[in-house]
C-alpha cells in the first residue's frame, strides 16, 4: 500500500509539471562523494553495523521548465559502506553494504539576483537494492530490494555550461526488518544539455 501512494505522489508531480508551456531546461549531472551511515544502520546498540562510510556515485538527469524554478531530477546512485567486521578489531574481513537505487524528485531551485550561485532544495521517492559484498560474505545471501524517501540541499555555481555542485540528501530506506538511514555527501558537476 505504501509503494502505491509513492508512485501516486509521483505521478501527480510529473503531470503537474508536465503541463507546463515552452521550453524546459536539460542537465545532465554527475557527482562523487562520501556516504555517511546514520540512525539505525550506524548504532550498533539498534542492531546496525555500517561502521563506517564509503564512496558514492551519483548520475542523473533535470528538467526545469523555462523561467521557473521548479522541476523534476531523475537519478541513479551507488553506495558502499564498511561493516563492523571491515575494520582490525573485527577481524579485517572483506564484507561491504552495497546500495543501487534510483530517484524520482522534485527539485526546487532558489535563485539569487545577479548571482551565479544558487542554492536548491530536492526530495522524493525512489527505489533502493542493497546487498552484502566481498570475498568473505557468507554464500546464499540475496540482495533485498525496497522502496524509500529522501530530502536534502545543495548549492550550485554557474560556470557558463557547467554548473558545480555540492549536496547533501538524507535517505530512508523503507527495509523489512529494520529501517535504514544514510547521507551523501556529493560534489560534481552539472551540464545544460
Request: include cysteine.
Amino acid at each position: 500500500m505504501r509503494t502505491l501512494r509513492c508512485a501516486g505522489l509521483v505521478l501527480a508531480a510529473v503531470a503537474a509539471l508536465a503541463v507546463t508551456d515552452g521550453a524546459a531546461q536539460v542537465r545532465g549531472l554527475l557527482g562523487v562523494g562520501l556516504g555517511v551511515p546514520v540512525g539505525n544502520f550506524a548504532s550498533t546498540d539498534d542492531g546496525g553495523n555500517a561502521d563506517a562510510g564509503g564512496g558514492t556515485a551519483l548520475a542523473g538527469l533535470e528538467w526545469l521548465p523555462e523561467g521557473r524554478t521548479l522541476g523534476l531530477r531523475v537519478d541513479g546512485a551507488y553506495n558502499r559502506f564498511c561493516t563492523s567486521v571491515c575494520d582490525d578489531a573485527g577481524g579485517n574481513l572483506d564484507v561491504r553494504y552495497r546500495f543501487l537505487n534510483a530517484n524520482l524528485n522534485g527539485l526546487l531551485e532558489l535563485p539569487l539576483a545577479n548571482s551565479a550561485f544558487r542554492p536548491y532544495l530536492t526530495g522524493g521517492f525512489g527505489v533502493y537494492n542493497y546487498r552484502l559484498e566481498g570475498n568473505d560474505v557468507p554464500e546464499g545471501l540475496d540482495s533485498q530490494t525496497d522502496v524509500g524517501a529522501n530530502a536534502g540541499l545543495g548549492a550550485m555555481y554557474r560556470l557558463g555550461q557547467v554548473n558545480l555542485f555540492a549536496e547533501g540528501r538524507y535517505h530512508h530506506i523503507f527495509a523489512e526488518n529494520s529501517d535504514i538511514q544514510y547521507i551523501p555527501i556529493m560534489v560534481g558537476a552539472k551540464l545544460d544539455l
